[in-house]
């Protein structure tokens, strides 16, 4: 198994994790406050969508943009495209370095699963926790990035 499709795994279980973690919260959830200076879940998803977006530029050797913030429905639609951007340029783009791939692993995408934890944390907090998951036999595939995710175990 070659380090590319390792990382569009970890991609593809980033997408589920973060579904898994906001699929069928309350209304209230995207806005809920845990304390002061705590990012509420809208805030956390736009930096995660930031950091995916941005995370493909550089891999492309780009300067990166930010990206503006959005209402809750449009940043998750938002942050699954920026996903699928970075899936296709590991899938289709030469690779860089190996040394700026490890730089990239653990920094952007490790902060990413990070925020996916506060965003189940939040979750909780907000009075609707989520199911626990075997997560090490959950249905996820290589390329498979958008929201629809299968939220099963095979």
Same mark, same amino acid.
């Given at each position: ?12 279980? !980033?997408? $589920? ?13 995207? *806005?809920? %406050?845990?304390? %002061? ?30 990206? *503006? ?9 938002? $942050?699954?495209?920026? !996903? ?6 590991? !899938? ?12 990239? $692993? ?45 939220? *099963?175990?095979?």
């Amino acid at each position: 198994m070659d380090y590319i499709y390792l990382l569009r795994h970890m991609l593809a279980t !980033l997408a $589920f994790r973060t579904q898994h973690a906001i699929r069928g919260a309350p209304e209230h959830y995207p *806005e809920f %406050k845990a304390g %002061k200076n705590v990012w509420t879940p809208l805030r956390i998803l736009n930096h995660m969508t930031e950091i995916a977006f941005t995370t493909n530029e550089i891999y492309l050797g780009r300067d990166a943009s930010k990206t *503006e913030l959005l209402p809750w429905e449009e940043v998750v639609d938002q $942050f699954h495209a920026a !996903l699928h951007e970075l899936d296709n340029s590991l !899938l289709e783009a030469d690779p860089p370095a190996a040394n700026r791939i490890l730089q990239l $692993f653990q920094g952007p995408w490790l902060d990413m699963m990070t925020h996916v934890g506060q965003l189940m944390t939040l979750r909780r907090l907000a009075g609707s926790p989520v199911e626990t998951e075997p997560y090490y036999r959950s249905n996820i595939r290589v390329g498979q990035v958008g929201p629809e995710q299968p939220l *099963e175990t095979v």
